[in-house]
């Protein structure tokens, strides 16, 4: 009985060290310019995983990444970088993220990740109210999910 207990525990332990192990992560980097125009987080789409990670690298200065109010699964931890630094955030929670850049919010640098299932939050993220371009950057960005 004892050896079975023994074996189970391995067996328990080898399946979460897999399981911690395909966490992928990703990279999105903050940019003056690219082929996309001025202002950009590249990709500013993603769909990845719960317990993914997403590192969002300062290419350029004068930018940081927050996550916008309103556009979190319940639960999810709000995060913001500092200006200027890279920062990496592990995403636990499905749903629909919205992503933006503070000082350049307005000019439409935002990024949407979803996380596993989208349902969770899409209606609410859909109906935040966005400034100037980050609408329309918005709009394209809904439409992927479900490409």
Same mark, same amino acid.
């Given at each position: 009985?004892?050896? %079975?207990?023994?074996?189970?525990?391995?067996?328990?332990?080898?399946? %979460?060290?897999? !399981?911690?192990?395909?966490?992928?992560?990703?990279e999105?980097?903050? &940019?003056?310019?690219d082929? *996309? !125009?001025?202002?950009?987080?590249?990709?500013?789409? =993603?769909?990845?995983?719960? !317990? +993914?990670?997403? *590192?969002?690298?300062?290419?350029?200065?004068?930018? +940081?990444?927050?996550?916008?109010?309103? &556009?979190?699964?319940?639960?999810?931890?709000?995060?913001?970088?500092?200006?200027?630094? +890279?920062?990496?955030?592990?995403?636990?929670?499905?749903g629909?993220?919205? %992503?933006?850049?503070?000082? *350049?919010?307005? &000019? !439409? &640098?935002?990024?949407?990740?979803?996380?596993?299932?989208?349902?969770?939050? =899409?209606?609410?993220?859909?109906?935040?109210?966005?400034?100037?371009?980050?609408?329309k950057?918005?709009?394209?960005?809904?439409?992927? %999910?479900?490409?």
């Open positions: 009985m004892r050896s %079975i207990r023994l074996a189970l525990s391995v067996v328990a332990a080898t399946l %979460i060290a897999a !399981g911690a192990a395909r966490a992928d992560e990703v999105v980097d903050m &940019m003056n310019m082929k *996309h !125009g001025m202002f950009q987080l590249e990709p500013s789409f =993603l769909k990845i995983a719960p !317990g +993914d990670t997403v *590192h969002f690298v300062a290419k350029d200065k004068g930018h +940081d990444v927050e996550s916008i109010s309103g &556009m979190l699964p319940d639960g999810a931890q709000p995060f913001k970088s500092e200006m200027n630094k +890279d920062t990496s955030v592990t995403f636990t929670k499905s629909v993220y919205g %992503i933006k850049c503070n000082p *350049h919010y307005g &000019m !439409g &640098m935002v990024a949407l990740v979803v996380v596993g299932d989208p349902s969770s939050n =899409l209606k609410a993220a859909e109906s935040v109210n966005q400034p100037g371009k980050a609408k950057s918005f709009e394209e960005l809904f439409k992927q %999910i479900d490409q």
